[in-house]
T-cell receptor, first 113, second 117 residues
């Protein structure tokens, strides 16, 4: 069965370190998204991609970067982790820009100490 | 710009009671509407979606939602709640604007459902 996976599921890191969260989907979807979820804020879009070599900033992109070198993967990098980036991160994918329906991964809980 | 409002942050219902979760959207034309559920410690799962046609939409786990254009609403309902329905519920609208984010979803802030035994 097709799926979307995230790794690691839990991560503790120190302030200032570079961290990369992995997202891998086997749906063969064109679109991929990264969200963060924080109490009181719901889901906030960090970055998204509509295809290979395409990346776009979402509403909370500062301090994060992504790259899309193939269809299956969209890794999220925190260049220099900050305590404000402690959160739960979700990756999602959708078929294309006309389908809208997104499939979500299980999430990564990141703690920055 | 399109937006979604879920007026209730937290709702508690008794097991076996009926449930209605509210969702209001802002968009001039026919919206694409979604309800997702998030169980504790898990990702979001699609419950149901509305694109066009019959305004009463059936979803998984016994949920349904009704699109009411006159009220700009897409409320989620279930006739009898089970303890396993305790979760957070998110309403979303598809971004159909002409900007670079067409194809994305705009999420409400969620409603947390607690179920009393």
């Amino acid at each position: 069965d097709a799926e979307i996976t995230q790794s690691p599921r839990h991560k503790i890191t120190e302030t200032g370190r570079q961290v990369t969260l992995a997202c891998h989907q086997t749906w063969n979807h064109n679109n991929m998204f990264w969200y963060r979820q924080d109490l009181g804020h719901g889901l906030r879009l960090i970055h998204y991609s509509y295809g290979v070599q395409d990346t776009n900033k979402g509403e909370v992109s500062d301090g994060y970067s992504v790259s899309r070198s193939n269809t299956e993967d969209l890794p999220l990098t925190l260049e220099s982790a900050a305590s404000s980036q402690t959160s739960v991160y979700f990756c999602a994918s959708s078929q294309d820009r006309s389908s809208y329906e997104q499939y979500f991964g299980p999430g990564t809980r990141l703690t920055v100490t | 710009a399109q937006s979604v409002t879920q007026p209730d942050i937290h709702i508690t219902v008794s097991e076996g009671a009926s449930l209605e979760l509210r969702c209001n959207y802002s968009y001039g034309a026919t919206p694409y509407l979604f309800w997702y559920v998030q169980s504790p410690g898990q990702g979001l799962q699609l419950l149901l979606k509305y694109f066009s046609g019959d305004t009463l939409v059936q979803g998984i786990k016994g949920f349904e939602a009704e699109f009411k254009r006159s009220q700009s609403s897409f409320n989620l309902r279930k006739p009898s709640v089970h303890w396993s329905d305790a979760a957070e519920y998110f309403c979303a609208v598809g971004d159909q604007g002409y900007g670079g984010s067409q194809g994305n979803l705009i999420f409400g802030k969620g409603t947390k459902l607690s179920v009393k035994p």
